[in-house]
């Protein structure tokens, strides 16, 4: 085998191929994995702390509005002072007859907010004063004085306490409107005397508190805690027995915003965010496993497109190596020729690489025996030198010219850097070509596109001709069919330039005149006849049915045009023209809408 890879120089060029292609595409795939994985991550970091910090403001706000709500009863103060006062002198009469105004404003506040429960009125020994909820009153005699909420609430002297989810002591066991709750509550003073009278309390539902928090769609096996101040769980999107106490004092014990723990059901990527001024902790966790889950995703996907380049590159590979082979397999059938006595035989001369110098050596050797051939055998000589030139009048000059020049030029000077860069453009044309996504792109994206492909062509033909480009930035993030510009690229190089010598040039300009911008591909080449001008653009103004049934030589053109009028109207599209100095353009009219990024 290695016998065999040293004789054959096209097992040599094509594993070289194979080598400088596989190697760079496998550590290009290998590290975008591992960055599509990190940015995975790291994305679902930022989300998920963004969410938690939405949510965050929600509950706070939520929690402003009932404080606010609470000083409300301020606005009709003395019906509640009165009712309050009465109450603790014992005026039996008093305290009837200020019942009603004060029961009244209460109910009102509550039916005027609908995300209030229920409203409570105390008096300074917990008894129950006013009880009404959005589903009636139903209370038992029970006072609260020695409950913890009530005396904090006291010594707190006007200010609001935050009570945690709660079921009212004071409301039957029995009764449906016992539901839980979380609660305001503060003093009411008497500010003509500052001194304190009893205690309002507001309730909203727990239900109704989280009810935006709810609604939100976690991802799968993803858990939420809301956690209060005394480490009770007040919401929780899972069941409580699907964490331990140990995983929940892991959560709470977490350092930063957002981390890793270890818990009984693995690796946990947590957010944790707190609610300052209640001292309340907003929790999410998801098992790292999810994220891993998804980054196999990703990793199909990543490996299908190595394979996928892979394969094109051992395409690739075979064609470059049969490209080079086969010049010199003609090099070496025309040496045996020589070696079995065929003078006749020449090797065409063209460019400057090394195929070009063995052919020089070539008919430079062939030359000499002529030569010699002449001095010693003269006569014959003589008719051999008719033969010659018979046989060289008949030969096409450029046979091995447009082979060699063409292929080896690029692949073969040992500049395999350029051909690597060569490579990488073909597979960023394949790529773009075989790509179904949008099917309006960025001027900027396709004037990449195209000045790869103008590489690939410079290669080819050398400085044959130039290239040149007038491109306002304006117009970069401007809108364009994709694939639009490379057909008519491909007509000036093939029409225009190629039947050129040299001092060929062609021209790219994209320039913005108000709600339009307008791209302008010129060359200097062969030109247009006048009837052939007029034909396209006669075509270029008929509707797509009547081009259909014609036949034309100027197929890509009218493609081209016709998908720009279908995208953006009948306004837009192609126009042929011939310039003051004879260059052929394509005037090509499109709106100036900006992509949205």
Known sequence: MLRFIRKSIKIKLFSLYIIGITIPILLFGSLSYTMSTRTLEQEYRNAQSNLNRQIVKTLEENIKNMTRQSMAVYANS???????????????????????????????????????????????????????SKQGSSINLQQVADEAWFQETLARKGMPLLIEPHYKSYIDNKSPNNKAVLSISRTIIDFTNSKPLGVVVFDQEVSQFVQNVSDTEWERNQQFRIIGSSGASIYSNTEATETSDDDLQLLLQGAGESFRVESDAGSLLVHSNTLENYGWKVITSIPAEELSRKSLFLRDIHLSLLLFLILIAFLLSIFFTYLVNKPMKHLLLSLRKLGKGDFKTRVAIGGEDEFSQIGTTFNGMVENMERLIQENYQKDMLKNQAEFDALQSQINPHFLFNTLSSILAVLNKRDYERSSTMLRSLSDLFRYSLNRGAAIVAFQEELAHIQKYLYIQSCRFGSKYKVGYDIDEEVLANGIVRLSLQPLVENAII???????????????????????????????????????????????????????????????????????????????????????????????????????
């Open 495 to 597: 029409h225009g330039l190629e039947p050129l010598k040299r001092g060929g040039e062609l021209k790219i300009t994209a320039k913005a005149f108000g709600d339009h911008y307008y791209i302008y591909i010129v060359n200097n080449g062969v030109g247009i006849s006048d009837g052939k001008l007029n034909e396209i653009n006669d075509k270029l103004q008929q509707s797509a049915d009547i081009r259909e049934r014609s036949q034309s030589d100027s197929l890509g053109m009218l493609n081209v045009d016709a998908r720009i009028k279908l995208y953006y109207g009948k306004e837009f599209g192609l126009r042929l023209y011939r310039g003051n100095t004879g260059e052929t353009g394509v005037k090509i009219t499109l709106p100036a809408r900006r992509l949205a990024t």
């Open 78 to 132: 003395d019906d509640i002072v009165n009712l309050l006062a009465a109450s603790a002198s014992g005026r039996l009469a008093d305290t009837v007859a200020s019942y009603g105004p004060a029961s009244n404003f209460l109910y009102s506040l509550l039916q005027g907010n609908d995300r209030l429960y229920a409203v409570s009125l105390l008096s300074m020994e917990g008894k129950v004063l006013y009880y009404s």
